[in-house]
């Protein structure tokens, strides 16, 4: 199903480009939505793995695709990586934005993309360093209110995204019963390879 | 002469009397001498005299002589160090040669005299370091018969629980005071923080609290506040309690106490035995398993003093409690929910042994050795089969001495030198190679000074080095002024530390369900090399060779204030404080592990400051009713956070959805502080029918208590936890003159299942029975 499905990507895609080059026509703008993901599981059953996800597909992606472009960013507990530098053969990246409201932001950045280093992460981790605070006195993990993370995809387009809630079934008052690790999250994904988040 | 002398020294009012002998003298001087009741000679002694309205001194021999005029009565004063005021008239007429002046010595049993503020008895007014005492009527009238209830009903002292029950002291966390019994530190604290509710009360003559910092003579933890439990042998031939108290939740206390004075009352001797018992209670029912657990604990306290002769005493200690905890609790052990009996036995002791020694009539001796363990055991076993889930052992024990030296350096200023050190040994299955031995030394010299009539000025210094953290010096400069009569003016400025905890140092611990690990200090270097050769680092963020000993949290406090008395009817105190607190010891991350999880130690990051204002009223109307109101308004901040704000670098969503900076204004400090809080007591006494009511509430405005909204800061309406009133009641009643009858009722109003709120079992009710005899 999903080679058909590829192939007959690949089949539009060959379409396009064939016909662009006769006549120059711009392709209708895709209209960018916000979309919410919820329950998004990452290490749930904490074995130090990771869950994939593209922007593109609007999905999880496959563990044995760990090693390709078909992923965007993958998620391990609290630890969000990008398809970038050591952690993947993409050319991802992402920027922390903070004091940023999330559906006010109209463009992601120029440059200063981190990408995945030896020591270092493009979405750097612990406590009050990337996109939450931990309280460690109640053990719970919260989204920091304004931090918004914009990520350049594997193939090097542009989304942006804020973390919503860690925890199963996204309660508003989080106890020490609630099941963490199950992410809920928000993103606008720009296909088109601008850097523009605003709705034509 | 002498012999005539001996017969004429009867006992008058029990150590102050005037002496007259007859013989001609001219030209007309008073002459006279100072002694203590021994007979010694008292050197330096100040001497005010009313009609020349100028101060005189005795000389080495104790003696002076006062010019005058012409025979009649004058009025003189005589002050020194350690020795109650002595103001009396006397009366000069012709054929007194000498006048014997006898000064008693402070007992502790006095009221107005303390001990806490600068390790020398002085009196408690106008004393530049404001002490407040719990005296033992008190303890007994008011039903209390655990440390945390007592304390928790004085002014500007908040119970709050973490890790069991301490104390909030000028918005400080519970770790940031001192508890003490008879002077010495006592241990047995978890993550640094001490329970108060260990601790059984009903032998204790007194507590003293001393606000503000005290580090400059007792070290480590003396930062917001020193409590300090005193319990001595009584004066008295003979005293026998018996007492028995039952109430709600199956509490039941027993206790007797015995003390004896023998051989002129040379030799005292005393005992006390307690046994207290609670079902416990739980507050969440839908929970398995109480929030305070059933528990059982024997307390035993004895003590021997000895006056050898006139210049030697030895005094011995030795306190030890034994306390079996059991509950239940449910456990998730293989996707099954199983039960789990929990079991916890504490044990503690301390010994201590003192011997005092008065070199001349000017200096004393004192040595102290003191050693005390703590040690608690708990173990969980799958309720039904005898499997053991888990245990855990902590033991700590610490070996002590001292030498405290003491001088009457001229008749208003008095020296107080002291050296010691101390051994702490840790023994834990959390910490690194399971025990952690160091060591301590330190030094302290306090100066006490009146440079002129109501003019008091203190200064303490103490220096301490320890094995495993940086050394500390605590400077301490104090002052009062008399204004006039009843008004006075005090202020003390201080620095305080606070020691990292056995934690903070010797752990060694790996979360087995989240597989996060924290090292101590002390063993983080070695333990990330272990795991680098185990293969268990995935990344490291810090240079090993840069991770520093730490430094003790440290502060430096102002306390300034006013007290007026009129009479002893009305009393008005007033005390502006600032703790600026440095160093506060916090995570830092180490390294990455393969399981993707951190590995923390701990550095010395932020700083913080408490400030505010107490108040305390108290109105005595005819010796029938009794008035205890006081008022604390506090302030914090994390310095860090208040530069984070101004830099608008922390945001919240506003109320259109939007994010936005938070505003300083919405900033609420630190969290588990109360910006209102107040105290209020008042004792309706009936000596007609020996009966007295006793009725006292504490006060608590709204509190943060957690962040909601995600940016780590107290910052929303919804983040505070309500404020609340706790009230109690007792009521005392005196029959056949040994007994007495009480009734009391803990948490007059029934306040519960705020989720929020001390841990409390609503209202309960205590009827007790004691007897007392003494001769």
């Known amino acids: 199903m999903i080679i058909f499905r590829s192939f007959a990507l690949f089949l539009i895609t060959a379409l396009i480009i064939s016909c662009s080059e006769e006549s120059i026509i711009e392709p209708d703008p895709v209209p960018i939505e916000s979309v919410i993901i919820s329950e998004f599981p990452a290490d749930t059953g904490r074995k130090g793995e990771y869950t994939f996800f593209s922007f593109k597909e609007g999905k999880m992606i496959p563990r044995e695709d760990s ?19 050591v952690r993947g053969p993409g050319n991802g990246g992402a920027i922390v934005l903070r004091n940023t409201d999330f559906a006010s932001l109209k463009e992601a950045p120029a440059d200063g993309y981190e990408i995945e280093g030896e020591k270092t992460y493009a979405i750097p981790t ?75 | ?180 019994i008879n002077g010495e530190p006592i241990i047995g604290t978890m993550q640094g923080k001490l329970n108060l509710e260990r601790f059984a009360i009903g032998n204790l003559n007194r507590v003293e609290i001393v606000k503000g910092p005290s580090s400059s003579l007792y070290g480590s933890n003396a930062l917001a506040g020193v409590i300090n439990l005193i319990i001595e042998t009584p004066y008295n031939d003979l005293n026998f309690d018996l007492s028995s108290r039952y109430g709600g939740n199956n509490t039941l206390e027993l206790a007797t106490g015995l003390s004896k004075r023998l051989f002129e009352k040379k030799l005292g001797f005393d005992v006390y035995i307690n046994r207290y018992y609670t079902d416990g209670f739980n507050v969440d029912d839908s929970r398995i398993g109480n929030t305070v657990p059933k528990s059982e604990t024997y307390s035993i306290i004895t003590g021997l003093n000895y006056r050898i002769d006139q210049k030697n005493d030895l005094n ?27 079991k916890t036995t504490t044990n503690d002791g301390n010994l201590m042994l003192q011997y005092r020694h008065k070199i001349s009539d000017a200096s004393n001796l004192k040595i102290n050795f003191y050693g005390t363990i703590f040690d608690t055991r ?70 006490d000074w009146i440079p002129f009539e109501s003019f008091n000025i203190i200064a303490s210094l103490r220096y301490d080095a320890h094995s495993d953290y940086r050394s500390s010096m ?23 530390f606070k020691a990292p905890t056995n934690e903070q140092l010797y752990l060694n611990f790996t979360n087995p369900a989240a597989g996060y690990s924290v090292f101590g200090v002390t063993y983080v270097k070695k333990g990330v090399e ?73 550095a010395n990051y932020k700083s913080v400051y408490t400030q505010g204002i107490e108040t305390a009223f108290n109105l005595d109307l005819f010796d029938v009713l009794n ?88 910052d929303s309406d919804n983040e505070y936890a309500p404020g609340y009133s706790l009230w109690n009641l007792t009521f005392n009643k005196t029959v056949f003159e040994y007994f007495n009858l009480q009734l009391g009722i803990k948490n007059l109003f029934n306040k519960k299942g705020n989720v929020y709120l001390l841990t409390t079992p609503g209202r309960t009710f205590y009827l007790g029975i004691s007897f007392n005899y003494y001769k």
């Open chain 1, 67 to 85: 090693a390709t472009t078909k992923w965007d960013i993958a998620f391990q507990a609290t630890t969000i990586i990008t398809n970038s530098g």
């Open chain 2, 474 to 496: 605590s400077p301490k400069i104090a002052l009062s002024y008399e204004l006039f009569k009843g008004l006075s003016i005090n202020g003390n400025v201080g620095f305080g």
């Open chain 1, 126 to 200: 612990g406590s009050g360093n990337g996109w939450y605070n931990y309280d460690s006195k109640n053990m719970i993990i919260r989204p920091i209110p304004g931090v918004v993370l914009v990520i350049r995809t594997a193939d090097g387009k542009y989304a942006k995204m804020q973390i919503l809630n860690y925890y199963k079934g996204a309660p508003e008052n989080i106890t020490q019963d609630d099941i963490s690790r199950f992410y809920k999250f928000e993103y606008v994904y720009q296909p088109d390879g601008s850097r523009s988040f605003e709705k034509k």
């Open chain 2, 1 to 180: 002469m002498k012999t005539m002398l001996k017969y004429r020294l009867f006992l008058f009012t029990i150590f102050n009397f005037l002496f007259l002998i007859n013989l001609q003298s001219q030209p007309l001087v008073i002459n006279g001498r100072v002694t203590d009741v021994n007979e010694f000679p008292l050197k330096f002694v100040k001497i005010e005299s009313m009609y020349h309205n100028k101060e005189f001194r005795t000389d080495k021999n104790g003696n002076f002589s006062i010019p005058i005029k012409d025979y009649g009565k004058y009025r003189l004063k005589f002050q020194h160090f350690g020795y109650t005021p002595l103001d009396t008239v006397v009366d000069f007429r012709q054929g007194i040669e000498l006048i014997k002046i006898v000064l008693s010595e402070y007992f502790f049993k006095s009221e107005n005299v303390v001990i806490t503020g600068t390790r020398t008895l002085k009196e408690i007014e106008n004393h530049p370091i404001p002490t407040k005492v719990i005296g033992g009527s008190e303890i007994r009238f008011s039903g209390n018969n655990r440390l945390d209830e007592i304390i928790g009903e004085q002014s500007g002292m908040l119970l709050v629980e973490d890790h069991g029950r301490g104390v909030q002291i000028q918005g400080l966390d519970p770790s940031y005071a001192l508890i003490m």
């Open chain 2, 530 to 602: 272990k795991l680098i050769k185990d293969g268990v680092i995935d990344k490291l963020f810090v240079d090993l060779e840069n991770l520093k000993l730490l430094v003790p949290e440290n502060s430096v406090s102002f306390n300034i204030g006013a007290a007026y008395n009129f009479e002893d009817i009305a009393g008005l105190r007033i005390n502006f404080f600032r703790n600026n607190i440095r160093d506060l010891i916090e995570f830092q991350v180490v390294a990455l592990k393969n399981n993707g999880q951190n590995l923390f130690t701990y």
């Open chain 2, 316 to 342: 011995f200690r030795l306190r030890a409690s034994f306390e079996n905890q059991s509950n239940q609790f449910e456990v998730i052990d293989n996707d099954s929910k199983r039960l789990l009996d929990d």
């Open chain 2, 627 to 714: 008035f205890d109101i006081s008022y604390q308004f506090l302030l914090s901040a994390d310095n860090q956070i208040v530069e984070k704000i101004r830099n608008r670098e922390i945001s919240k969503i506003g109320a259109t959805g939007v994010v936005r900076p938070v505003y300083l204004s919405e900033y609420g400090g630190l969290f588990n502080r109360s910006m209102h809080m107040g105290h209020i007591k008042v004792n309706y006494v009936n000596k007609e029918f020996d009966f007295n009511a006793y009725l006292r509430g504490t006060f608590r405005g709204r509190y943060g208590f957690a962040d909601l909204n995600g940016n780590a800061i107290l």
């Open chain 2, 378 to 447: 708990t173990d969980f076993i799958f309720n039904g089969v005898n499997d053991k889930y888990d245990s855990l052992l902590f033991i700590q024990k610490l070996l002590k001495s001292e030498l405290q030296y003491d001088r009457l350096l001229s008749s208003d200023f008095y020296l107080t030198f002291g050296l010691g050190g101390f051994r702490e040994e840790v023994n834990s299955d959390i910490i690194a190679d399971n025990t952690a031995i160091a060591y301590s030394y330190y030094s302290f010299i306090q100066t």
